[in-house]
């Protein structure tokens, strides 16, 4: 394999720059062109598609978002678009393809395969944390502490004027980052998609906490909990409560911004490098992972399709429950 390309898809995180600099500088280590397809799989359709170097890639571990930019792509969900897309990669002498991003990324790289044959190797990049077959992925760790750090701030207001704060988290509907945002914000509460948190839950706990003479609280809510958006569980509070001074912050897409941090500059390298060189060494279809500090490569089915197997650790929800007191 002497050409190969590299695209970042679906929503940027943190240190996805890392990885494409592994990416290429593995690649030509190992004697292998390097090409980087820009807007992701839109971007191949459209044969956005140019040769990199060792330079292309310097000054990059650091920074944010992904040089390679992303988009997610309609078109390429059709076979007219992937047809597009593999006549652009066979003009270019494509032979295999590197895909930093989440499901979405790798769901599509092993139809593409199946259709037309091409080998791609991941490297999961999703600050969700919701695939199987890693512990971490690039970005989670950022995230986390781009969220503490604003919870932190929050606390101060909320303790100063003693207010109830729900803030609201991201990762769709994995519970990894509002979990350990709870643990290491001290939250009162957390509210998470893989456990069953009612309404009647927090109103006791909120009115058992007064009876305490506690006067400010936090509860850190994901995106995708079975309640609904922070805004639509505080407003059931507050019917229940309406003494409390309450208030909603929803920290969005500031979570996926900012310089990765050095844990998500490590773990994005070695990952990239594991991709090409899983690439090289014939794997194809598989994502590149890190266990117990180990590298492991998981098929695209099994990283997609077990994904709810990599629960949230029961004993993280005890945590909360007994530190919040």
């Known amino acids: 394999m002497k050409r190969i390309a590299v695209f970042t898809s679906g929503g940027d995180a943190p240190g996805m720059n890392a990885c494409v600099r592994a990416v290429v500088r593995g690649a030509l280590y190992h004697g292998a062109e390097i090409y980087g397809i820009m807007h992701g799989y839109n971007g191949m359709i459209q044969g956005e598609i140019s040769k ?23 078109e390429f969900m059709t076979k007219e678009g992937r047809q597009k897309a593999f006549e652009q990669l066979k003009k270019h002498e494509i032979e295999g393809i590197v895909a930093i991003g989440g499901d979405g990324t790798f769901t599509g790289a092993e139809i593409f395969y199946n259709e037309f044959g091409l080998p791609t190797v991941g490297a999961p990049g999703t600050i969700d944390n919701d695939l199987y077959g890693t512990d971490y992925t690039i970005g989670f760790d950022t995230a986390v502490n781009t969220a503490l750090a604003a919870i932190d701030k929050i606390r101060d207001t909320a303790d100063s004027h003693d207010r109830v704060f729900f803030i609201e988290v991201m990762g ?24 069953h948190t009612t309404i009647d839950t927090i109103i006791q706990t909120l009115s058992d906490a007064r009876k305490k003479s506690k006067t400010s609280s936090i509860i850190v809510v ?6 609904g958006n922070a805004n639509i569980i505080s407003e059931k509070v507050k019917k229940a409560l309406p003494h409390l001074d309450i208030r909603v912050s929803t920290l969005g897409h500031i979570q996926r911004g900012g310089s990765p941090s050095a844990y998500d500059r490590i773990l994005a390298s070695r990952l990239g490098l594991a991709a090409i060189e899983g690439l090289l060494k014939g794997e194809k279809n598989v994502m590149a992972g890190i266990i117990n500090d180990k590298l492991v490569y998981t098929s695209f089915k099994d990283t997609i399709q077990k994904a709810k197997e990599k629960a949230i650790n029961n004993d993280l929800l005890r945590m909360i429950n007994i530190l919040s007191l």
Not at 183 to 193: D, L, S, T
Not at 222 to 227: L, M, S, V, W, Y
């Open 222 to 227: 994901a995106e995708g909990d079975e309640e």
């Open 52 to 74: 990199m170097s060792s330079y292309s890639v310097s000054n990059i571990v650091q920074k944010g978002g992904t040089i390679l930019k992303s988009a997610r792509s309609q």
């Open 172 to 195: 769709r509907d994995s519970g990894y980052i509002g979990i350990q945002c709870g643990i290491g914000g001290g939250a009162e509460m957390v509210m998470i998609p893989e456990t």
